[in-house]
Every structure is written in structure tokens, then in C-alpha cells.
């Protein structure tokens, strides 16, 4: 049966009212370090995977409970891929991936909207939140991401972008063509409500700032 995962990352997590509904009945797996967000998120993880490179002696005590999975420092997946794998292996169709944006490494950030992208190719349903920021995949097809009146949010192409249409923002688009690396797509504002984006070809990343009204 499919159900819905949320990985705890090492990443920066600000939790509030939308994070907590993303987590709501979702098991939970924490990777490395991410276990500290547990306590904020009010949350026990059914499993402790990683390296734990990113793990102090105090962080293990406060949860000596979990299940613990150790891997080698050396080796071939990120702890948040570990954590992944855990979820697909046991029965993942929808994960949210909290803490996986903003932190101390930009290549680990990167690298978790990549995987986003390719699991929702595989047909995961899939967000990555910060609190501050959200990250959904946009692939061919009508994507659907519920945002407050006045949010900031960017479409970022991952490749060409063909027949990109957006409604129920400032700045809507209809079948319109965004190449890879232009800015076009960046700092649109949602009217409130369920924003939606049509693709025809391409893929992309949508960032959203649900708590951002600062303007475009």
C-alpha cells in the first residue's frame, strides 16, 4: 500500500502551520542529523539512517529507541538517497522531504531537487520544504501547488521549457516557451489559492515562498 513518508534532513527547518500539514500522518524516517528536527516536528521516526557523521553523542541519547541503519562514510548515496530508498522499500508513494533546501551545503540542496525531480518522473508525489521555502518537481502535464494570496514563487527550468502555462498568478503565462538558464520564470506572485501550471514538453523545479509578500 502506498503511503506517505516525510525524511527528516540535516538541512534548516522552520516548522509552522504548513509544514505540519504536510507531515500530518505521515510515517517518518529521519537521515543522519535531520533526527534533531523530530522533536519540533513532534514526530517519532520508525528508522535512523546515515553515515551519522552528522550526529553527536546527545543526539543519540535523546533517541536511543529508534532503529538505527549505519552506512560507510564512503559510499555511493547522499543520506537523504538512503532515506529514500528506506521509504520506496517500504511502501512510499507520496514523500516530503523536510529540511532538504537551505543549509550548510548548496550541492546537497541541489542534489535533493534533482532526486525530487526524478522521483516524481517515476511517479512519486513529492515536495521539499525548509519551512521558509517549498520545491516541487514540474514535469509534462498539469501540476497543481496550493499557495497563500501574495506568495513569492519562481519557475526554475531544469531543461527547455515548451508550452509553459501558469494561472492564478500577477503574472500568468499561456504555451509559452522558457529556455534553459532565462530568467523569465523568476518571482511571480500567486493569487491565492491552487496555482496552476501546465507543461507541455521539459523539465523544471517550483520554488515556492509561502511566507514571502515582499513583492516581484
Known amino acids: 500500500m502506498n503511503e506517505t513518508f516525510t525524511i527528516l534532513l540535516g538541512g534548516a ?3 509552522d502551520d504548513r509544514v505540519r500539514a504536510l507531515v500530518a500522518g505521515s510515517r517518518v524516517i529521519a537521515a543522519d542529523g ?3 528536527h523530530a522533536e519540533a516536528l513532534g514526530v517519532r521516526p520508525e528508522v535512523w539512517v546515515g553515515d551519522f557523521d552528522s550526529t553527536d553523542a546527545d543526539l543519540v541519547a535523546r533517541f ?3 532503529t538505527r541503519k549505519s552506512f560507510p562514510p564512503a559510499k555511493n548515496l547522499t543520506d537523504g538517497a538512503l532515506a529514500v530508498e528506506e521509504a520506496l522499500e ?7 522531504m523536510a529540511g532538504a ?3 550548510e551545503r548548496t550541492d546537497h540542496g541541489l542534489m535533493n531537487m534533482l532526486l525530487a525531480v526524478r522521483l516524481a518522473g517515476d511517479g512519486i508525489d513529492i515536495v521539499l520544504t525548509s519551512g521558509e521555502e517549498e520545491a516541487h518537481p514540474l514535469l ?3 501540476t497543481v501547488v496550493e499557495m497563500p494570496e501574495g506568495a513569492l514563487f519562481s519557475v526554475l527550468g531544469v531543461s527547455d521549457l515548451a508550452g509553459l502555462s501558469i494561472d492564478n498568478a500577477i503574472y500568468p503565462l499561456e504555451d509559452f516557451a522558457l529556455p534553459f538558464g532565462a530568467a523569465r520564470g523568476v518571482s511571480n506572485k500567486a493569487k491565492g489559492g491552487p496555482v496552476r501550471f501546465g507543461l507541455k514538453n521539459g523539465t523544471g523545479i517550483i520554488i515556492l515562498r509561502p511566507h514571502d509578500f515582499s513583492g516581484v
Not at 517500504?90 to 516530503?96: C, D, T
Open 34 to 36: 535531520g533526527m534533531r
Open 13 to 15: 527547518l522552520t516548522v
Open 90 to 96: 517500504r511502501g512510499a508513494g507520496r514523500i516530503v
Open 64 to 66: 536511543p529507541e529508534i
Open 101 to 103: 533546501l537551505q543549509g
Open 140 to 142: 509534462a502535464g498539469e
